[in-house]
């Protein structure tokens, strides 16, 4: 049974960094493409970045040159450091892996403010 864990989500200062994690396991990792959504309360669900299995990366406009998505084959882990945070950014994170079907994490919350 495929599972998706996140940490390091909380509270920060604007301007301040956060890195997320998000361990998986039940599939073979190194395969999967590997995702960072976020969804504001009463707004729909968006990408922030995603990274192939062979490392190619994207990135949603909103997070350009200040997020930085990674991943540890070795660990099963992906992780997105976020610098520079705005207020904008308050959201629950979600890990998505992808192949040829999609698991999710439960999502853990990041809340910028001061």
């Known amino acids: 049974q495929a599972q998706l864990v996140e940490s390091g989500g909380g509270l920060v200062a604007p301007g301040g960094s956060l890195r997320l994690s998000c361990i998986a396991s039940?599939?073979?990792?190194?395969?999967?493409?590997m995702g960072w959504y976020r969804q504001a309360p009463g707004k729909q669900r968006e990408l922030v970045a995603v990274?192939?299995?062979?490392?190619?990366?994207n990135y949603g406009d909103s997070v350009k040159g200040r997020f930085t998505i990674s991943r540890d084959n070795a660990k099963n882990t992906v992780y997105l450091q976020m610098n520079s945070l705005k207020p904008e950014d308050t959201a629950v994170y979600f890990c998505?892996?992808?192949?040829?079907?999609?698991?999710w994490g439960q999502g853990t919350q990041v809340t910028v403010s001061s």
């Open positions: 998505k892996a992808r192949r040829f079907t999609e698991y």
């Open positions: 039940g599939i073979n990792f190194s395969s999967y493409a």
């Open positions: 990274i192939g299995s062979g490392g190619t990366t």
